[in-house]
């Protein structure tokens, strides 16, 4: 079915559109609100990225916290974080001590041998880190008592 807009002098400036089941009324389109409905989509497009790329950010700032204390912690345990990577297991709003902050958790391995992997765990609230644990491992120092007594027995 085909429209044909036919502009009729009417009350309040509406214009008619004819077809083959008659004429119906609708309102008449201004320009100058169409190009402000295209700019407010414009503005709107914008402040979606630039919020998301906000997010992104903080999570990448985030991660790097939770990284170096995970290297550092591996560190002092004298044991090998594996594939030197942290994976994001959980991330969810939560209120805590009154206030709502973002808490994510972090899984990583570690190895103390490089046979074996070993899994450990680390909560981050907002910018802080409130738990930071690793599965019982035997440490390096046991290993290596172990293997010279295998060699000189």
Known sequence: MSFVSIPLAT???AHYILSGAGAQCCPSLNLPDLHKANIMGWILLIALL????QMWDKQQKARQLALGA???RCQQEGVQLL?????IE???PEKRLGRWQLRRDYGFEFSSTGDHRYRGHLVLWGRKITLLDLQAHRPTAEIIQLASRRHSG
């Open 90 to 92: 959980r991330t969810w």
């Open 70 to 72: 995970v290297r550092q």
């Open 11 to 13: 009350p309040a400036g």
């Open 83 to 87: 594939d030197d990577t942290l994976v």
């Open 50 to 53: 630039l919020v998301g790329w």
